[in-house]
Each structure stands twice: as structure tokens, then as C-alpha cells.
């Protein structure tokens, strides 16, 4: 191959690294088979290392073919009785187009794009079992002969509660964690950490007998000179976010984690020297902490919890919250410029950033609705944050909440919100550490 070919070879490679990646986040299992074999057959023509996309993509077949025999899918047959006639006459109309499994998520996918309001969760108690009911917007044809299965879980319901409210419960022994996710036409459940204690105890006895301590460093943004975001009343982002990344620092530690702060005060602290300090410490984890903004414009709309790992912007949301944090540090370079070393240098470890990003969105959300069930999912992002870039190891920005929105800037200076957001980050990282064997 000449040098033109392996060059354009090379560049494909890394756009099937990207798009694999996508179909991580959407849980798509076809897309993510599919892009893992033309990543392998891609770099054994130029000599990559594919051996943890082969494991990778291996485990992702023997599932496929493990659920093509025990299928938690429920083939639904059509019924020829008065009563079930007339009950597909009342949802000829049906705006839910299907409702099932997939390993600890049920997935609802609807004719039409939702949003917030589609969805309502309550909690009910009664002796020792423990309810988690969704009530989605919709009506779906099939919603009393569907029978959902996940293993763990005592009992999944499904009924049309109303016409126009389909209702699922999830009942089990115990208190269960569960968050929920809506991604344009389609809302996923997901229940977090089934079994962590068994992972967690596995985890913890391996490191115990390999006096191995995992290091964790926190980067408070901002600081000194750089007061970041500004609320009303003069509410600084450098504020918020050092008072979390202290509350965090302490839960870990408690944890018997090894953790670092990369500023104990108020203090201004350059980018370079903010990742410097994770490599110095040989990290295994890179967490930076800030809060979002916007414009009076929009301050009344935009609100909710981010997570991203590094990576070219493709939405021009991502773009806005990168340049509000990176200021004058991306200006020396042009945008291609910018593109093209964000993806070199994060190639070899976005997968990583990518689940540990995962891990934290959700625990994140889990705990800060225990307090609001109202808390925004703002999803997990690419985004091109320059203080992520000199990392060599797993590392993520997150963006507790938006300091302009007059009701989270509330929330976000009270001590009790605080430290459930703390909790909320540190369990998210334990969970990426139980869930990828360290």
C-alpha cells in the first residue's frame, strides 16, 4: 500500500473508533457488532492492535446468540376474541411502538419524539417489597400480553394504566436504583448496579491481596482569578464546584481510595499543570468538576446535569459549554487544528473516558433525584475540553448543573444538594472501577 492509502486507512479508523462509540451510548448492539468488524479488518491492514475489539466483539456475539435462545422478548400473537378486538380497536392508534429488555435496561420506543413530560416516577413501599412505577405518556397495543423479564429483578409489570398512560412497575425485595433516559423517540429504564456488591467485594479482595490502591485525582475548576460561571447574586462557579470536589475528596478517601485535589484553595491553576499533577501521581482516573451557564436569553430553559469525555465536538451544545470552559486556552489554534489534535491524542484512551463517563452520568442522576425528581438528564457528550487533554488516563468533565438557571443556582449552593452530588460521583466511579475489573 502506498503511503496515501494507509493515510486515508488510518483516518478511517479512527472515524469507526467514533462511530463504534456512538452505538455504545445508544445501546445499540447491531451497530456496535457491525463497527467492531470493520474496526478489525481496518487495522490489521495497517497494523493496529485490534485484540480488545476482537475480545470485545467476541462476548458481543455470545450474548447475541445466548438471548436468540433464552430471549427475554415476548413474541406477541394476535388474538381473534371480542375482547381483544376491541382492545386493539382502542389503540389503533398506538403511540408506543414497542416495549422490551435489553440485559438491565427495558427500552420503550415510541411512533413520535418525546420529551420530559412523557414521563412521571413515584416510589411505593408495602411490607418487603419495594416498587419503582413509571407512568409514560402513550398507548401501546400490546401492553397486557407483554411479559418482561430481567434477571435479578422479582417482578416487571406492564399495563395500560389509562388509554393515554402506559404504566410499568418494577417491584423487588429491596430499594432498587433506577434511572431513566430519554433519547428522542425512545425512553430507556435503567437499574443500576444489580450486582455491584458481588462485583465491589470481588474487586475489593483482589486489590486487598495485591496491595493495590486505586489514585483518583479531582480537579476543581477554576479558581483564584478565574472565578469561572457567574450566577446571580454574584454566585461564582469556583465556589460551588471546590465545595463538592471537597465533600467528594473526603467520601473516597473514606473509601480507603487514594485521592488528590489538583487546588486546595482558592487558587489559580493553569490546565497543563492541572493534568500534569494526574500523570506525576500515575492516576488511574482524571475527574473535573465545574458548573454550566447560559445566556439571560435561555437562562429560564436550560438546566440539568452533563458528563463528557474528550473528544471533537459534533454538537454545537458541546461546542458552547468547551469554549465557556476553555476560554483563551483553545484561541491558539484553528478549529481543524484543534479537531485534528483532540483526536490523536484521545484515540487510545476514549473508550475508557466513554464508560467511566457512563458510570458517572448515571449514579450522578440517581442521587441528585433523590433530592429532585425533576433533575435534567443532559446526557453523556463529546466535547473538546483542553484540561482533559494532557491525561494519560481515563478522564471526564462534569457539569453539575447550570448556575444560570434561577432554581438550580439555588440547589447548587445549599450544603444538602452538595453532598449528594458528591455521593453521586463517587459511587459512579466505584461502579466504572467494580464494572471494569479494577
Known sequence: MNAATISELKSHYGNLKIEYLKAVLKSDKEEEIKHLEELIATGSKIGENTKKYKEELAKLKQEKNKKAVTSNAVAVEKKSSPASLKHSQNTASSSIASVRTDENSIIIDFNKNITQKDIKFFELHSGNLYKDVFDIDGAFEHAYETKLHIDKIKKITVGQFKPNILRISIAHDFNLKTIYIINKRQI???????????????????????????????????????????????????????????????????????????????????LKDRTKLSNDKNADIFVSIHVNAIGKAKAHTLQGIETFFLSPARSERAKRVAALENKADMNSMNNNSQMTFLTVLNQSKITASNKLAIDIQQNLLYEARQLYKDVVDGGVREGPFWVLVGAQMPSVLVELGYISHPKEVQRLFTTRYQKQLAKGLANGIETYFAKNNY
Request: proline letters at 1%; glycine letters at 8%; charged letters at 40%.
Open 188 to 270: 430507556i429504564i435503567k437499574i443500576l448496579d444489580l450486582d455491584l456488591k458481588e462485583k465491589l467485594s470481588s474487586s475489593l479482595e483482589k486489590n486487598f491481596f495485591q496491595k493495590k490502591k486505586r489514585t483518583i485525582v479531582i480537579d476543581p475548576g477554576h479558581g483564584g482569578k478565574d472565578a469561572g460561571a457567574v450566577g446571580k447574586n454574584k454566585r461564582y462557579e469556583k465556589v460551588v464546584v471546590f465545595k463538592v470536589s471537597k465533600y467528594l475528596h473526603d467520601i473516597l478517601k473514606e473509601r480507603g481510595y487514594e485521592v488528590h485535589l489538583t487546588r486546595k484553595s482558592d487558587k489559580f491553576v493553569e
